[in-house]
T-cell receptor, first 115, second 113 residues
Framework: AAGVIQSPRHLIKEKRETATLKCYPI?????VYWYQQGPGQDPQFLIS???????DKGSIPDRFSAQQFSDYHSELNMSSLELGDSALYFC??????????????FGPGTRLTVL | GQQVMQIPQYQHVQEGEDFTTYCNSS?????IQWYKQRPGGHPVFLIQ?????EVKKQKRLTFQFGEAKKNSSLHITATQTTDVGTYFC?????????????FGKGTKLSVKP
């Protein structure tokens, strides 16, 4: 079965640079969530989109922005990167419409290292 | 605000021993989910419990949802090295849109062969 795809899998950036992370949800899934996970931490919710509209906003810094496109893929744009942004970034997708389920399916993650 | 708490934070067991992690919510939950994250991996959905007092089994894993739907547990019988990882519980985030989850801090299980 198709899973959530994230790219790139690894990314190394310098401080103050920008980064763009991409997420391709499971086909037919209409909802995308972005999480940030530091070492030994639980996933921290950043932002979510349902049917291409932002549905929830969590602890996402103002330096970050995201959107969901017409094909349902999503991009997380990170600017003015700081050392503390180094983390695993997960995307999760969900079919919300008509299913009534909360089960999120996580992608493999993008490991961002800021030097 | 709404909280989901998990204990213990870490658990070290000898292979063959049993393991249990507990999840407690500050609010009554419509459902609770469990995820497993292997070292270096991503959270993988294990199961969802919906009914009060529900018990579900997956081979050596037993999941329970409390009668008051505020707590849950995951019990692994006779752990194996393949059980290593962090187990997260998650419940609906009532401050967010449908589908938004609030995760516990997780219990990291290590198994000594």
């Amino acid at each position: 079965a198709a899973g959530v795809i994230q790219s790139p899998r690894h990314l190394i950036k310098e401080k103050r640079e920008t980064a763009t992370l991409k997420c391709y949800p499971i086909p037919r899934h209409d909802t995308v969530y972005w999480y940030q996970q530091g070492p030994g931490q639980d996933p921290q919710f950043l932002i979510s989109f349902y049917e291409k509209m932002q549905s929830d906003k969590g602890s996402i810094p103002d330096r970050f922005s995201a959107q969901q496109f017409s094909d349902y893929h999503s991009e997380l744009n990170m600017s003015s990167l700081e050392l503390g942004d180094s983390a695993l970034y997960f995307c999760a997708s969900l079919l919300l419409k008509g299913e009534g389920t909360d089960t999120q399916y996580f992608g493999p993650g993008t490991r961002l290292t800021v030097l | 605000g709404q909280q989901v708490m998990q204990i213990p934070q870490y658990q070290h067991v000898q292979e063959g021993e049993d393991f249990t992690t507990y999840c407690n919510s500050s609010t009554t939950l419509s459902n609770i989910q469990w995820y497993k994250q292997r070292p270096g991996g991503h959270p993988v959905f294990l199961i969802q419990l919906v009914k009060s007092g529900e018990v579900k089994k997956q081979k050596r894993l037993t999941f329970q949802f409390g009668e008051a739907k505020k707590n849950s547990s995951l019990h692994i019988t006779a752990t194996q090295t393949t059980d290593v990882g962090t187990y997260f519980c998650a419940g609906p985030n009532y401050g967010g849109s449908q589908g938004n989850l609030i995760f516990g801090k997780g219990t990291k299980l290590s198994v000594k062969p």
